[in-house]
T-cell receptor, first 108, second 112 residues
């Protein structure tokens, strides 16, 4: 049983395109992380959301607690955005559920 | 601040060998955790600790031991390595107040 479903699993975009990655989850949560993992690299937390919407630069994350759904948007995508994006809802500080990730490739 | 550090970055073991993966953080976080990441799967929790002297099992604890003698350090021990433990291991610490998670750079372990 997958508590977290991300779509798409793989995504190829042209530089400048608007990108959306979706995350649906089946567990009750207190907060949700969006994480970024570059090839061969470590994992960085992009956002931590408990409601509504957050924006950092070209990245926007939204969450709908009632519908158990979150989205990560990238505006004006760039090749340096190429990475795996992981959704991780959590119902406690010590219980996070991790999606298998969306692999994004942005071509110049 | 160095954040979360892990050593080694790469390790190759033979089946049956034991070793310790080191993890340290300098943010004074009480909560620390170990995950493994396998291809096509999400991160899976191995063990976690909510403070010095307190540890507990996660989703996939078999074959691993942990201890937490200080707030800063949270080593992960492989007791008798098996090929199924070939994976990338991440240590993380969490700010309990904000739920912000900080990950180490990872250790890529191969067991032959």
């Amino acid at each position: 049983k997958n508590e977290v479903e991300q779509s798409p699993q793989n995504l190829t975009a042209q530089e400048g395109e608007f990108i959306t990655i979706n995350c649906s989850y089946s567990v009750g949560i207190s907060a949700l992380h969006w994480l970024q993992q570059h090839p061969g690299g470590g994992i960085v937390s992009l956002f931590m959301l408990s409601s509504g919407k957050k924006k950092h630069g070209r990245l926007i994350a939204t969450i709908n607690i009632q519908e158990k759904h979150s989205s990560l948007h990238i505006t004006a995508s760039h090749p340096r955005d190429s990475a795996v994006y992981i959704c991780a809802p959590g119902n406690n500080f010590n219980k996070f559920y991790f999606g298998s990730g969306t692999k994004l490739n942005v071509k110049p | 601040n160095a954040g979360v550090t892990q050593t080694p970055k790469f390790q190759v073991l033979k089946t049956g060998q034991s070793m310790t993966l080191q993890c340290a953080q300098d943010m004074n976080h009480e909560y620390m955790s170990w995950y493994r990441q396998d291809p096509g799967m999400g991160l899976r929790l191995i063990h976690y600790s909510v403070g010095a002297g307190i540890t507990d099992q996660g989703e996939v604890p078999n074959g691993y031991n942990v201890s937490r003698s200080t707030t800063e350090d949270f080593p992960l021990r492989l007791l008798s390595a098996a090929p199924s433990q070939t994976s990338v291991y991440f240590c993380a610490s969490t700010d309990i107040g904000s739920y912000e998670q900080y990950f180490g750079p990872g250790t890529r372990l191969t067991v032959t």
